[in-house]
């Protein structure tokens, strides 16, 4: 490479970092004039309106009202836009799969799932319906004038997140499948990148950048309650992967050595106390309507939850076993990690009232530190939707690393809400 | 303040921050000539040897051999300086107390204990007792000429290391003693800082920085035995405190809902399984020499490590069934942390090889990540001496912060090693 071309070369790598600089401090300090972005960022004026007009052509700002009360000239807003690119989050469980498309903002577009017993069927069957449900939202951002900028897939399992292989997912019966390899292939080899990560990671990931006010968002465990149990850790503000990315897994650690047989083989894992079949099965005789694999989740969930507000005992004490479990794990968790916050995810979202006063009590009493450390039990807001919307967010990652990977067309049409995730 | 004064002030935060900066990277990348410095630290060749002049006369570093094979005119090596600065360590825990100094480059220049059974007399007197070694040891250190740059003592229980109060130590019998305070009361309230922290994260700095080169620093949990069980965690190359500075209380956790009661009042905590008294209990008749707390802990596991050598079975039992116990927990330190390596310190250092096999087997069957996530279990090389070494290093961080904290006075004696720990 010659010098002008080294030079010219130089010159695109410090555009994109600049493009990549405004785009990021929109997202993370909301909207605001080219003046402000320019004093807040240190580039020129000049520069900024240069900037902001290539991000504009990408279409992933645009610009809003006149700001108000600032010193100097009133300048225009630019905003982020959420037209331009998409971002796509999967989710492969033992119940159900699940997809949700997030905007430039973050924003969700579409959400939607569909009951599946996946380990009833092989790997490949399961991956054919997740991309039948992928291809049916590539569609419709396609038809929007969006370019998706990616897609990740949560597995439950353990997963080696730089190649995209589920290296054993017990519940789903899984063995090293290499998903984003077979997903790719099914998708039609795209020129966006196609990664896979465990469910639980995900789940913290945007657990974390979701946060209200009240959330602690430094050092907190999300708890993601399904048929198996997940953890997604996050630590200094960072998600704690551990050496080999298998950090988390803490459907596994073993409660009681006299204990019931878990999925994984071995003897008394958490999950086996607080997994969704202990609770189904605590709760409702086998010919009961919440154990039909037919029925979304949320709906057998929403059965428990009527029986309970009904005063059933039989689903009330179920209820309340759980949280005696989940206190109990989480004292193992805030002994070793003390965490200012365990965040309930996945199924517990959806009843935690029931098992929040057991919990809480089995925690307080069980953690060696007074008062657990400090840590808070919290609902997760996000609930069941967690994965898919922090894969989704991690797909978008791409657009704000490098904003040129969007053309400069601007498409007409918007995505609009469709669904809601089962 | 005026002008002048401020600016004054801010060349000498400068050159603080430039004498800091050449002292750190001499005990970061070893010996080197003055053109080196100047050239890997980006500063001045004059400003480096205006630099390291200071530095000698503070007597923190010292000219060594002439450089070789280095480029242009060869120069004279400077290398850390092991005379004008001592910093101290210390540890607090149920059956001893020691101490440990460590000159500028952390090389220990004294190492002794004395058993101590310390849940049978009141905080006070135990602190009494520290203070007697210190002051032993810190004359030593002021009758060679030598600062003391810092006291800091590990305690075996919660504690908040911004105030130096123990919250909780079960195994000791305290709860809310303010031992920084109260020891700087003792030490006729030095000019130096005395900092108090938990002594499984004061191991786990040791183990860290003086990590050999097969041991991984990024990830791992350092395991402390004693009476009770600490650990202390890196991840990311960080202590992980969490949010209170309260994690790593690994000696609590659960292993058995059916087990026995611990000195905390809970039950089936881990130390209960693989703790000293465990050990002994399994180990030997309640008559026995081993459970005599005149004798040093390193005595008594000498005695053990003897008997297990001549064959007896009680004894190859003993440590055979705390080998599978540690695997046991070592498995729950795997599935949630997944580190590259789990250190075995405190008293298994001394044993370790009678509990390996067992070990490391529990701990492959019971961690879900295939061969343990990749996790080695290692031993301890600093062993029963690490939580005081790990304090001591702690104490030398404050001389490469502000090198102008030891004086312009060249010390003329030098502390030599003596004693070693019990």
New interface residues.
């Given amino acids: 490479m010659g010098e002008r071309s080294a030079r010219a070369g130089d010159q695109m790598a410090l555009r994109r970092h600049n493009l990549s600089m405004v785009l990021r401090h929109l997202r993370d300090h909301g909207p605001r004039s080219r003046a402000r972005l320019a004093a807040e960022t240190g580039l020129n004026k000049a520069t900024v309106s240069s900037l902001v007009a290539e991000l504009t052509t990408r279409g992933l700002v645009r610009s809003g009202a006149v700001e108000r009360g600032a010193i100097g000239r009133p300048g225009q807003i630019v905003e982020l836009a959420g037209t331009a690119a998409c971002a796509v989050g999967a989710e492969v469980n033992v119940d159900h799969v699940a997809v949700s498309v997030v905007d430039v903002r973050g924003e969700p577009v579409v959400e939607r799932g569909v009951p599946l017993d996946a380990s009833a069927v092989p790997a490949g069957e399961v991956l054919d319906h997740l991309t039948r449900e992928l291809a049916g939202v590539l569609d419709e951002i396609t038809a929007a004038g969006a370019s998706c900028v990616g897609v990740t897939v949560g597995v439950a399992g ?1 997963v080696d997140s730089r190649t995209g292989a589920v ?2 997912a ?1 519940n789903l019966g899984w063995s090293d499948v290499p998903v984003a390899q077979l997903l790719a292939e099914r998708l039609g080899r795209p020129s966006y990148p196609v990664r896979v990560d465990n469910e639980a990671s995900l789940a913290a990931i945007a657990e974390a950048r979701s946060a209200g006010p009240d959330t ?1 968002v430094t ?1 907190l465990v999300v708890v993601v309650g399904g048929v198996g149990v997940g ?1 997604g ?1 996050v ?2 503000g ?1 998600l ?19 204990g019931r047989q878990c999925g ?1 083989g ?1 003897i008394g894992c958490w999950e086996t106390v607080v997994g969704l079949r202990a609770l189904l099965a605590a709760a409702a005789d086998p010919d009961d309507q919440v154990h039909d694999p037919r029925l979304g989740i949320d709906e057998r969930l929403a059965e428990l939850d009527r029986r309970a507000r009904l005063g059933d005992a039989r689903t009330i004490s179920a209820l309340h076993e759980v949280g005696r479990g989940l206190g ?1 794990g989480a ?3 805030v ?6 916050a365990i965040v309930l995810g996945g199924y517990y979202a959806t009843v935690a009232p029931w098992m929040l006063p057991a919990m809480e009590a089995e925690l307080a ?6 008062r657990a ?3 808070r039990v919290q609902v997760s807001r996000l609930g069941l939707g967690a994965v898919t919307r922090g894969a989704a967010l991690v797909s978008l990652d791409a657009v704000f690393d490098d904003p040129t990977r969007i053309a400069t067309a601007v498409p007409t049409r918007t995505v609009e809400p469709t669904g809601g995730v089962s």
């Fill in positions: 353990l290296e054993s017990p602690p050092d953890g850790i630590s200094h960072q704690l992967r551990g050496h080999q990315g298998f950090a988390g897994e803490i459907g596994h650690i073993r409660v009681d050595p006299n994984c071995r109990a004292a193992v968790l002994d070793v990690l003390n965490p200012a009493a069980g953690a060696i530190a007074p450390g400090g840590c």
